[in-house]
């Protein structure tokens, strides 16, 4: 179709009038979406459109959206009740799972006493004197079921297991700052494999130094807590705990 010049410009001059009244300012209030687009103050203004006839044509074209946007989004419809979306997941659906990993498994520690090698604990804290003459608790470790490192001794693996060991006497004050009378903490262990059945790991020992203003004889026969826990990379927690007497075994050392 071809237009002279005066037919393009009646054309234009109609297309604006339609998108002008087609575009005006949705109303605020009303149940049907329209407004009161005749009601004027005295300055000439108004709640809706600027004139009566475009506000006529608003009033309709809103009404029409209004009526359109009732249909698609009916409640009683459960196509369009997102409640009834056969694709909706319930955040709280318990075969989704709240996991976001492997659950830890079982592992365990056993902390012990000796110098050179692994004894359990019988009722007894052995206070003994140590390589470089300070008397001391000498605590080896041994546990299963847990990751450690390829190398025991890359201390910044992610992997690597992390300790904690501390005791309290009955009757002597704290001497560490941690409020404990000796303590070792958040000490990254280098484990070996071990020999022993049924003990995938073992750490030579944990040396808990005694104050130098303590004597042997002033420990011995005191009730001493002991406490252990290895913090593992697969999120366990392990802890050994024992209530012991402590012993001086100075003595049979020449001390």
Avoid: N
């Avoid at 009161?36 to 459109?49: A, K, L, P, Q, V």
């Avoid at 996991?99 to 007894?124: K, R």
């Avoid at 705990?241 to 049979?252: F, K, P």
Wanted: aromatic share 8%; hydrophobic share 35%; net charge negative.
């Amino acid at each position: 179709m071809v237009f002279g010049v005066r037919g393009f410009r009646s054309l234009t001059v109609a297309v604006g009038l339609v998108l002008s009244a087609g575009c005006d300012s949705a109303p605020e209030t009303g149940e049907s979406g329209a407004s009161d687009s005749t009601g004027t103050g005295e300055d000439g203004s108004t709640g809706g459109t600027s004139s009566t006839s475009a506000g006529t044509a608003s009033t309709a074209t809103t009404t029409s959206s209004a009526s359109a946007t009732t249909t698609a989004s009916d409640p009683s419809d459960p196509t369009t009740d997102p409640t009834t979306d056969p694709t909706t997941t319930d955040p709280t659906d318990s075969e989704s799972g709240s996991e976001t990993g492997p659950a830890p498994s079982d592992g365990w520690i056993e902390i012990g006493y000796g110098l050179d090698e692994f004894f359990p604990f019988e009722d007894e804290l052995p206070l003994t004197l140590g390589p470089q003459g300070f008397m001391m608790f000498s605590l080896p470790l041994r546990g299963s079921d847990f990751p450690i490192p390829p190398d025991p001794f890359d201390f910044d693996h992610p992997d690597i297991p992390v300790l904690s060991v501390w005791t309290d006497i009955e009757g002597i004050p704290a001497a560490h700052p941690s409020g404990h009378f000796a303590a070792y903490l958040d000490y990254p262990v280098p484990f070996s494999f071990s020999d022993e059945e049924g003990v995938d790991y073992e750490f030579v020992s944990v040396w808990l130094v005694i104050p130098e203003k303590y004597t042997p004889a002033e420990l011995a026969g005191r009730e001493a807590t002991l406490h252990a826990e290895l913090a593992t990379s697969d999120g366990q927690v392990l802890v050994d705990d024992h209530t012991l007497v402590v012993l001086d075994a100075t003595v049979d050392e020449g001390g």
